[in-house]
T-cell receptor, first 112, second 114 residues
Framework: QQQVKQSPQSLIVQKGGISIINCAYE??????FPWYQQFPGKGPALLIA?????SEKKEGRFTISFNKSAKQFSLHIMDSQPGDSATYFC???????????FGQGTRLTINP | EPEVTQTPSHQVTQMGQEVILRCVPI?????FYWYRQILGQKVEFLVS????????KSEIFDDQFSVERPDGSNFTLKIRSTKLEDSAMYFC????????????FGPGTRLTVL
């Protein structure tokens, strides 16, 4: 019940296209859902995050869509660029708990 | 911009040896974490630390692991007797006190146990 399931494992998108990564969770106590971006040899860096009181959050080319009833959330990268090539992790946590529960990660490659 | 720093960037050790991984969290943060990432796998929570004590730990964080905040700036993870399966990237993270839940991660220490 603590798991966050992420798909796809890898994704190849053409430059200018839309990248979509999906996550699903089971624990309804989760109330914070961040996405982290990780480049090789670096630590995860917060990209964007959402709380379940909103269904969508947009920051520049990055959008989180959140479906509370389906217990799913997704990351959309518009106008994908080669510099977006990285591994993306969704995560979840619940208020009062300390830990982030991460998904398995998606290796995104943007072809020029 | 303030950042979490970690040393060393790469540590190679023999099985059974003790290692200490060091982290300097962001200065006004009060919650501290260690995570690990085995090559090609997801990031896994190890332990959280607040007010000089462990607030939560995972089943991975057994008796061979310990954490300490020896002074006002450093946060350390000690592995007493390393095993081959401890080989991983270890990330330190910190969070500001308050309602924000953003955890900021350091660049990691790659631990290789031979």
């Amino acid at each position: 019940q603590q798991q966050v399931k992420q798909s796809p494992q890898s994704l190849i998108v053409q430059k200018g296209g839309i990248s979509i990564i999906n996550c699903a969770y089971e624990n309804t106590a989760f109330d914070y859902f961040p996405w982290y971006q990780q480049f090789p040899g670096k630590g995860p860096a917060l990209l964007i995050a959402i709380r379940p009181d909103v269904s969508e959050k947009k920051e520049g080319r990055f959008t989180i869509s959140f479906n509370k009833s389906a217990k799913q959330f997704s990351l959309h990268i518009m106008d994908s660029q080669p510099g977006d090539s990285a591994t993306y992790f969704c995560a979840a946590s619940r208020q009062g708990a300390q830990k982030l529960v991460f998904g398995q990660g998606t290796r995104l490659t943007i072809n020029p | 911009e303030p950042e979490v720093t970690q040393t060393p960037s790469h540590q190679v050790t023999q099985m059974g040896q003790e290692v200490i991984l060091r982290c300097v969290p962001i200065s006004n943060h009060l919650y501290f974490y260690w995570y690990r990432q085995i090559l090609g796998q997801k990031v896994e929570f190890l332990v959280s630390f607040y007010n000089n004590e462990i607030s939560e730990k995972s089943e991975i964080f057994d008796d061979q692991f310990s954490v300490e905040r020896p002074d006002g700036s450093n946060f350390t993870l000690k592995i007493r007797s390393t095993k081959l399966e401890d080989s991983a990237m270890y990330f330190c993270a910190s969070r500001m006190r308050g309602s924000t839940d953003t955890q900021y991660f350091g660049p990691g220490t790659r631990l290789t146990v031979l």
